[in-house]
């Protein structure tokens, strides 16, 4: 895919939660959840480094990846990419990225939690979703398909973390070392011209710039915008390149390890450029929430 000439600054509009002092009511309704309300909202241009230089480079190992920034990116051909509209498939693809989580961490083992499909369609509506007890089973995400992420986030706040990795594990986490969740993201086709996952490097975030929000599964951060914040993407990802997303870990900063890491789906700036028409269309993507556990 062509690159961006090195002198011209990349740039991305995303969305953002408005922090607590910028609102003109109690923040604090946010901590119950109700249907259909949210937060307010800004979305910001920033500027967004690509990742491609360093992902047809020579990157650094994954495991590394995720223990300093959060997010790891690397090169990964599916087996069963286009069989996820059965159930059978999904169940392959589901087993195929255990496999590569747990060859990255080298943990004692990793649950598939559960999968989403989103699509970058304005008519797109959130679909309603049980709050899961057990990893799920016998499900085609292509099935039930979800919008993209489109404010910056984290999935689960430390408390919520502890208990999904329980629920998948079914027993208590006093049981293990420590365990992890770590999502799995990867387009259907590509390359990826509008909406594109985008990370932002944990180091750069403030305290002041982490917000807390309840949703119908449990708590959630929400992220406010500073203008130190670095934010990274792969420009035109294709489906054979992959991004690991830590959201939780058990030892919480111990060995000086981030924590996790804040995404979005982000509107980058002219990212079509260069791309023959046939070929720009809506984003379509797979993510897989893994339980890593260690005995």
Not at 89 to 103: D, F, S
Not at 105 to 118: E, P, Q, T, Y
Request: aromatic fraction near 6%.
């Amino acid at each position: 895919m062509p690159a961006p000439n090195s002198t011209d600054q990349l740039t991305a509009v995303i969305g953002f939660t408005l922090p607590p002092n910028r609102m003109d009511h109690d923040p604090s309704i946010y901590m119950a959840w109700q249907p259909g309300r949210s937060k307010p909202l800004e979305k910001i241009r920033v500027p967004v480094t690509d990742l491609r230089p360093e992902l047809e480079g020579t990157p650094v190992e994954p495991l590394k990846q995720l223990k300093t920034r959060g997010f790891g990116i690397m090169k990964h051909e599916s087996k069963w990419l286009s069989e996820i509209p059965s159930e059978k498939g999904t169940e392959a693809y589901l087993k195929e990225c255990v496999g590569i989580l747990q060859n990255i961490l080298g943990c004692d083992k990793v649950i598939a939690w559960n999968s989403v499909c989103r699509k970058n369609d304005p008519n797109e509506k959130e679909k309603k979703v049980e709050k899961q007890k057990e990893p799920e089973k016998g499900f085609i995400p292509t099935e039930r398909v979800q919008p993209i992420a489109g404010v910056a986030h984290v999935d689960q706040n430390a408390e919520w973390g502890y208990e999904l990795c329980g629920k998948a594990a079914g027993k208590s986490m006093s049981e293990y070392k420590r365990c992890q969740i770590i999502n799995i993201w990867r387009p259907l086709h590509g390359p990826v011209t509008n909406a594109p996952l985008a990370m932002l490097d944990p180091k750069t975030l403030l305290p002041e710039d982490i917000g807390t929000h309840a949703s119908q599964y449990g708590f959630g951060h929400d992220l406010h915008h500073s203008p130190g914040q670095e934010w990274a993407y792969i420009r035109h990802q294709m489906p054979d390149e992959i991004i690991l997303l830590k959201c939780y870990d058990s030892d919480q900063g111990k060995n000086g390890e981030v924590l996790w890491c804040g995404h979005v789906a982000v509107q980058v700036d002219n990212d079509a450029e260069g791309i023959p028409e046939e070929l720009v269309r809506e984003r379509e993507s797979i993510e897989v929430r893994l339980v890593a556990l260690w005995d």
